[in-house]
């Protein structure tokens, strides 16, 4: 059994007081829920946010990782400072990051690689644009991202490891995938992860649903068999619809 994982990605947004207040908010409110609780904030928000969680069953995760330990690399943070912090769970390969920052499936794979090194999680992003998927090629595309990012991993570490599947014309345009649709595609995953990595891995692979995803969706999208949790932009900006989310989407 998979547990439901309902991850906020907060993106570019709030402060660390900001971030501070809606730890407070939430471990005052917090309900009852068997989904695993992860909030990712900016990076200087973290080690607040994670004084402010103690106690509570919210974890507090990264928005991206460099691969390399340390070094000359300006303006980024190595797995290995995450990891010593304490941190669970690294986002990595989020399309912003693709599209703006031209993070490559090969810097994916080397940043899967050194999160698991570090005894983190990564939450590998996938995902087609609305041109490829109009040209049909969108299961090709996205079964290509997941093979690159699990390159020469170990069926050991592959296990270990979380899938999101955003769409990218899903993400804060307010149109989310059909739970259907967004299911076809989770299962097609299913499917190459049970060729690239073996059945025990591929069952054991938590894959989420990114997209638009509010409260009133998020309860369908998690009916669906292949469907373990949600990554969560806007929706996850307020302590009440966060809460929202973990209500409505209890497995
Ligand atoms: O990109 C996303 C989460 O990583 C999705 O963002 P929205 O939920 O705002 O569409």
């Given at each position: ?78 797995p290995e400072?995450l990891s010593a912090?304490g941190v669970p769970y690294v ?23 050194a999160i698991l090194d570090h005894g983190m999680t ?35 570490d592959?296990?270990k ?91």
């Amino acid at each position: 059994m998979r547990q439901t994982l309902i991850a906020g990605n907060w993106k570019m947004n709030k402060t660390p007081d900001e971030g501070v207040d809606f730890i407070n908010e939430l471990k005052a409110n917090f309900p009852e829920t068997d989904a695993e609780v992860l909030i990712t904030p900016t990076a200087v928000g973290i080690q607040p946010m994670q004084v402010a969680a103690k106690g509570s069953d919210i974890q507090i995760g990264a928005q991206n990782s460099h691969f390399e330990n340390s070094g000359a690399f300006t303006g980024e943070i190595s797995p290995e400072t995450l990891s010593a912090m304490g941190v669970p769970y690294v986002i990595i390969g989020h399309s912003e990051r693709r599209e703006i920052f031209h993070e490559t499936d090969e810097d994916v794979n080397k940043k899967a690689k050194a999160i698991l090194d570090h005894g983190m999680t990564p939450i590998i992003c996938v995902g087609e644009s609305l041109e490829t998927r109009e040209e049909g090629k969108d299961q090709e595309w996205v079964a290509g991202q997941v093979k690159a990012a699990l390159k020469d991993l170990s069926s050991e570490d592959a296990a270990k490891v979380v899938i999101a599947y955003e769409p990218i014309w899903a993400i804060g345009t307010g149109k989310t995938a059909s739970a259907d649709d967004a299911e076809k595609m989770i299962a097609h995953i299913r499917d190459i992860l049970f060729e690239a990595v073996g059945e025990e891995a591929s069952q054991a692979i938590r894959i989420l649903y990114g997209g638009s995803v509010k409260p009133a969706n998020v309860a369908e999208l998690l009916e669906k068999e292949n469907i373990d949790g949600a990554l969560v932009g806007g929706a996850s900006l307020e302590v009440d619809s966060y809460i929202g989310l973990l209500t409505g989407g209890a497995k």
